[in-house]
C-alpha cells in the first residue's frame, strides 16, 4: 500500500523559514515533488525532482525554494526561505511511480502573516 506522509507546515511569519518533509513508501517513484492549493485558486507545482536529482522549481518561488530527495529513504523535502504572504496554502506532496501513476499527501497548511 502506497502511503505519503507529510510533515512540517505551519504559521510562520513574513521573511521566515519552513522546512517540509514527505516520506513515502509502498514503490519506487520516479518523479517526487510538492504542489499547493491557495483558497479560491487551483493546485498548482510548486517543485519537482526526478530520481536522478534534476530538479524543476515555479518561478514564483525560484531562488527561495529547494526542492530535495533522500532515494534511500524515499522522503522529499521543500526548505522554503523568503516566504511571502502569497505562499500561504495547502502543500501537497505528490510522488510518481514508474508506471506513472500519481499518489498525494494529505496536504499540510503554511500560512505566511504579516
Known amino acids: 500500500q502506497v502511503q505519503l506522509v507529510e510533515s512540517g507546515g505551519g504559521l510562520v511569519q513574513t521573511g521566515g523559514s519552513l522546512r517540509l518533509s514527505c516520506a513515502a513508501s509502498g514503490t519506487i517513484f520516479s518523479i517526487m515533488g510538492w504542489y499547493r492549493q491557495a483558497p479560491g485558486k487551483q493546485r498548482e507545482l510548486v517543485a519537482s525532482i526526478a530520481s536522478g536529482g534534476s530538479t524543476n522549481y515555479a518561478g514564483s518561488v525560484k531562488g527561495r525554494f529547494t526542492i530535495s530527495r533522500d532515494n534511500a529513504k524515499n522522503t522529499v523535502y521543500l526548505q522554503m526561505n523568503d516566504l511571502k504572504s502569497e505562499d500561504t496554502a495547502v502543500y501537497y506532496c505528490?510522488?510518481?511511480?514508474?508506471?506513472?501513476?500519481?499518489?498525494w499527501g494529505q496536504g499540510t497548511q503554511v500560512t505566511v502573516s504579516s
Open positions: 505528490n510522488a510518481r511511480s514508474l508506471w506513472l501513476k500519481d499518489y
